[in-house]
């Protein structure tokens, strides 16, 4: 009896918890389909007296979002495919070979991860610039994978260490090199650490906003999360919140899908690298 009142108490508290988290997405969507004379109602209404859907065609074809959630798209996918085939044979050898100073090596990628991302854009922009990447989605994108390359291959090395060596062992002695044994036994046996990879990389590329807008000059390659700043504040007509929500709506969809489609492997993944290292 006393185990079943713990656990009501632990699931009452975690619903809890979850709606207090939640709450700020599901008031964003609402607001988005608000008028504008409701969106300043006091006290506010849960839900629109009339749904204003205008304000996403407002948004998408004339403020310009969905150039902009096409740009955030072509990073987030080119970072995505760089950063995840590169970690993939990295964290197989640091996964199944012993070679000397490889502790180092491990705890140096872990340790990039300690580096603040606000303390590297000036030499990141000198980077750049001295490699004429600066205002160019390659420019962009080769700072994303330095920047998830080290936490995917501490997750697909997790993944890796849980599979047998017997296994690769026996497609060598039918015949597979080791090259052949990587693809055919460990790669299909890996997916869900690739897709945790894979989703970890989209989100943290898709959100992002001090990079592009420091990397990027012309107004048709801003992301996303760049074009949305340029809602707020407008000096002559001010803040259209309506659109502004409207906008924020548009671009947490494609995150909202991708974690709804690879959660599983997200937690997954994170528990592997976690426990296994």
Known sequence: MTNRKKSLGIYILMSAAAIVIAFPVLWMFVMSVK????????????????????????????????????????????????????????????????????TILLLAILATQLIPGMAAIVPLFDILQRMHLVNTYSGLILIYTARTLPLNIWILKGFFQSIPNELI???????SSKIASLYRVALPLALPGIGAAAMFTFMQTWIDFILPLTMLFNEDKFPFSVMLYKFVGDPI??????VLFAAAALGTIPTLLIFALLQRFFVQGLTAGGVKG
């Open 35 to 102: 008028p504008a004379d409701e969106l300043y109602r006091f006290p506010p209404t849960i839900l629109p007296d009339k749904w204003e859907f205008a304000n996403y065609t407002k948004a998408l074809f004339e403020a310009g979002i969905d150039n902009g959630l096409i740009n955030s798209l072509i990073l987030a996918v080119g970072t995505l495919a760089l950063s995840v085939t590169l970690s993939f044979p990295a964290a197989y050898a640091l996964a199944k070979y012993e070679f000397k100073g490889k």
């Open 169 to 175: 062992e026996s497609s060598m002695v039918d015949g």
């Open 237 to 242: 007509m001010g803040t259209n919140y309506g």
